[in-house]
């Protein structure tokens, strides 16, 4: 079975400051990765994903994610964070194949002061 | 991406009553459709998983006679919490997908307060 580990459960930046989220999953086989952002009270938006190809992905708002195969890790950055990117992130992980569900890791509470 | 829609995005129920709650898939054919639940400041748990004319596979610890969900056509899925109580009242959220993609997409979700 799958299992995802988020690091760190809550995190506090000030604006400017370099964000990088831990994300550890657990699976033997080949996976597809997922970072989630959600907003205080809205629903979940992708941030980006790894399929395969260059483990280095981008994705929106200035995000981006490393998956370290050997690791079992994707860990999501950004340089530098602004007060909006205030938010609840969850890293999400299937198995490579169709009809198979994500399961998410518990969140990690980014908050940016001002 | 693809379009998922989730109605309705919040109900209010009494206690005993039941809701049903609709996922469809708007521009592609969801061979799989899954079903999460969210409580406050917590992530999303997985419920269930449907197939298309097949019953749903429930998680553990999920009642299935409680949580009855429905995948009649490759567009639509529901939901339906049944005799609900307080602490069935969450978040909850479809995702689908087709046999053609590993991803899944996300609606909108549904706030349940049961009171």
């Known amino acids: 079975a799958q299992s995802v580990s988020q690091h760190n459960h809550h995190v506090i930046l000030s604006e400017a400051a370099s964000l990088e989220l831990g994300c550890n999953y657990s699976y033997g086989g080949t996976v597809n990765l997922f970072w989630y952002v959600q907003y205080p009270g809205q629903h979940l938006q992708l941030l980006l994903k790894?399929?395969?190809?260059?483990?280095l992905v981008k994705g929106i708002k200035g995000f981006e994610a490393e998956f370290i195969k050997s690791k079992f890790s994707f860990n999501l950055r950004k340089p530098s964070v602004q007060w909006s990117d205030t938010a609840e992130y969850f890293c999400?992980?299937?198995?490579?194949?169709?009809?198979?569900?994500?399961?998410f890791g518990k969140g990690t509470t980014l908050s940016v002061s001002s | 991406g693809a379009v998922v829609s989730q109605h309705p995005s919040r109900v209010i129920c009494k206690s005993g009553t039941s809701v049903k709650i609709e996922c469809r898939s708007l521009?592609?054919?969801?061979?799989?459709m899954f079903w999460y639940r969210q409580f406050p400041k917590q992530s999303l748990m997985l419920m269930a998983t449907s197939n298309e004319g097949s019953k749903a596979t429930y998680e553990q610890g999920v009642e299935k006679d409680k949580f009855l969900i429905n995948h009649a056509s490759l567009t639509l899925s529901t939901l339906t919490v049944t005799s609900a109580h307080p602490e069935d009242s969450s978040f909850y959220i479809c995702?689908?997908?087709?046999?053609?993609?590993?991803?899944?997409?996300f609606g909108q979700g549904t706030r349940l307060t049961v009171v």
């Open positions: 999400a992980v299937n198995a490579a194949q169709a009809g198979t569900a994500l399961i």
């Open positions: 995702s689908a997908s087709s046999r053609q993609n590993t991803e899944a997409f």
């Open positions: 790894y399929f395969s190809g260059d483990p």
């Open positions: 521009d592609f054919q969801a061979t799989t």
